[in-house]
Structure formats: C-alpha cells, structure tokens
C-alpha cells in the first residue's frame, strides 16, 4: 500500500511528505520515561500518540523498527547539570538499590502501556546498557573539538558548536536570547559557558550510580544516552523521532548538536513532537505535583477524580484531539470521552449483527477515502474519528431500516471498522480489556441468574443483581432478544 503521509516537522515548522531514508522501511526513535515513579496520564499520552503512529506506518506497509528508551541514569532534578539525580534520589528516600526503583517503575510502566492497548516498541534500550557507546561518542566530541574537560566532567562547547552549526535550529532559540536566560553569578560554575551542557559529569562522592571513564568516575548526561542509542540501533541519521514538547529544548536541541559535533551530520529528518496534558492550564507532570498516576485513573481513587476511568476511554480521551493540541483534564471530558468510546463500539457490535440488504444507500468506498485522507495528513485522529462516528450513524440507521447495505458494502464497512478502530486506533472493547474468558462466562452465569429470578417473578433479586453490577461499573441492557453487558 503506497500512501502519502504527510507529517508535521517541528524542525521545518510545516507538514512535509513523508520519504524514508531507505525505500519501505522506517527508523523511529521516541524519547520514554524516567522511572522513577508511577506512569501518569503525561506518560500516556506520547506512548499512545507514537503507537497509533506506529500502527499506521506498519499498515501503510512499512516495516518499522520502533526504538524507545528506558532512562535509568544522569536524568537529574530539574533537566539540570548539577544537583542530585532523580532515580538516586528515590532509591536514598526509600533506602533501595537505584536498580529495585528501576526495575520497579518500569514493570509499573509497562504494565500501564499493556493497559492502554500500546504495542511494544521494537528495541526498548536503557541508558545503563550503553554506558560504552555513551563513552565513545563523548571521546569522539572531544576529538572533534568541540567539548572540553574540567574536575573530571565533560562540556559541550556551545559557542564553539554555534561557529559551525547552528545553535537553537530545533527550538527556534538563538545563542543571545539562551545566553540571556541562563545568565550565571562568576565562579557559581565550572563552565565556560552558562549554555555549556554536560556529555558526561563526574560523580560526587554521595552519587550512587556511576562508572569508570576516562575522565574519572562518573555518568553520561541526560541527552547523550538518545544520541548513543539511536545511533546504534537507528544509523547517524534516521526517519523520525519523536517525544513530547517539552522535550524539544534543551534535551532534542542538545541531541542534535551531540549528533553534528560527534558525526558531522544532523541525526534525524523528521522531529514530532505531541502537545502536554494541562491540569488548570498548567503542564502535568511530576516534577510539578499536580499529576494523577493511570492507576488512580483506573481505581478512581484520587481527590479529582468523581469516578474511574478504563484504560479505553483514556486512550479514546487522548485520541479526540490532535497529538499537537493541549489536552485539558476534566471529569467533564472524560466522561464524555467515555460515552463516545462505548457508543463506538457498541456500533461495532451492532456492525457484526445486522444483515446484508439487495442495495445500498451508502457509498462506503467515500467513507474509507475520508479515513485514509484524515490519517496521511498527519495521523489526524480527532477526524478520523469524526469520519468513524458517520459510519456509527449509517449503522445504527442500517440497524432501525432507515438505511441498507448489500453484502459487498457491509463486508467493506466491517473491514474499514475493524481496520481503523482495532488496528490502527488500538480501540478494544471493554469486555475485552476487562479480563478473559473466564470473565465473559462469570457474567453469562450472573445474567441467568438475574433472568431465572425474574421468571419466578423475584424482581428484588433482580433489581438488586443490576444495581450491585451498576455500583461495580457494569450496565445491563434488556432487550426483546435477551439481556447483555457492558462495562461503563
């Protein structure tokens, strides 16, 4: 399948057609998670914002090799050069091995993603396996010229980087207006430069995490542990990488001048990067206090937080907007992310029960064009799902006789759903996400109970049956050919 993508590039600042560096085949590289606590609806959003991307690149027929990181060392408090690092910092507070706190979130972490339906990405590496290439490509700096040595950390010389390439290419930033933000008191740092960042920081004697270097004992900086890895699994230069906004400066910038001073040549063709979950406005996050972790979401326990929310309205709440658009939290617009999922799936369902008529009413052919165009301009849920609610329309119209599909079309519209919904959006249904099999049958014997009671005429049984289920989160539906459920 040959399709012209076209993606938005944050370096460009406009949508270019997508053209891969080698023919069918693409390099994506997406900037994971710090673990040092639990995944939280910030996480959720890059993870599912790339796998829809990476669904639909696997569709278009592209073989795909998908590279996100694990950063399990050199990320300190504040993105900065100095101070504590925040994997070191959660293991003294809890008197762990930094290792047990890793091994922990990231088990946490992918669980969440598991929840959320996300792929498992391709390769998925972690900054303490590749201590060496981080060694290597920070020799390799210094060798060109453009770093320089002090007590036993290494800096990359941003003004001398800014004489060749240029500085704030990503961001949009210059060299004067970073130099004026980041402005420091004489003798407050070892750098030459206020926008000197480190490629790899020697350790104080309190630093837990640490290993021999040429330098001295130390660890690698924060960005250069994505230059390293997706240099060796990617090539110098690769297709796309991805992340969230607030990455873009200084980490992507930094990457791209690690990769120019290293290689000589700019590492990545298309940089995407998707908007932040704003709570009141203000970015979710950790480091800001105000996040609520998935789990809470899941459980509903938390003080924000009127009800629990499955992991298919969180996805079906990040998918309604444009990955480049904010996304505001409210109970408000999980709720009625909520009802939108289920009435998309409850068509689905509806989809697989209603009968073939001899002539159509509805050019489903238009439909699939219109779900295509909304994906190639770069991957736009928000419309493609606006697209799948008409065919949610014609079903239910199909459904009251108010409209007919032959066999070729209604066959064409179950493909198109199952393409789209499942394959592409990663939407599943509740009573999938919810458990197994054993699940299914424990409701299927709950439900003849109810219906036993009701024929003996004890409706309190059954009334208190539905209510309790309710109370649980599970609606009953009644109708003329039986009763069925659904999770809410």
Known sequence: MSRKIQIYNTLTRKKEEFKPIVKNHVGMYVCGPTVYGDPHLGH????????VIFRYLKHADYSVRYVRNITDAGHLENDADEGEGKIDKKARLEQLEPMEIVQFYTLSYHKAMEKLNCLSPSIEPRATGHIIEQIEMVKKILDNGFAYEINGSVYLDVNKYNEKYPYGILSGRNLEDTLEGTRELDGQSEKKSSVDFAIWKSASPEHIMRWPSPWGDGFPGWHMECSAMSEKYLGKTFDIHGGGMDLVFPHHEAEIAQSNACNNCSPVNYWMHN?????????MGKS??????LEEFFTGKHEKLDQSYSPMTIRFFILQAHYRSTVDFSNEALKAAEKGFTKLMNAMETLGKISASENSTFDVNDLEQKCYSAMDDDFNTPILIAHLFD?????????????????????????????????ILGFISAKESSGDDLTNEVMELVLQLR?????????????LIREELEKAGIQIKDSREGSSWEVK
């Open 44 to 51: 959720a959003r890059p993870g599912i914002t790339f796998d």
């Open 275 to 283: 908007n932040m979950i704003t709570v009141d406005g203000k970015k």
């Open 288 to 293: 800001l206090g105000n996040f609520i972790n």
């Open 391 to 423: 065919g949610v329309r014609i079903i239910n119209s199909v459904k009251d006789g108010k409209e007919s599909l032959n066999s070729s079309s209604l066959e064409k519209l179950k493909t198109l759903f199952n393409t789209f919904v499942t394959d």
């Open 451 to 463: 219906g036993n009671a009701k024929k003996n005429k004890d409706f309190d049984t059954a009334d």
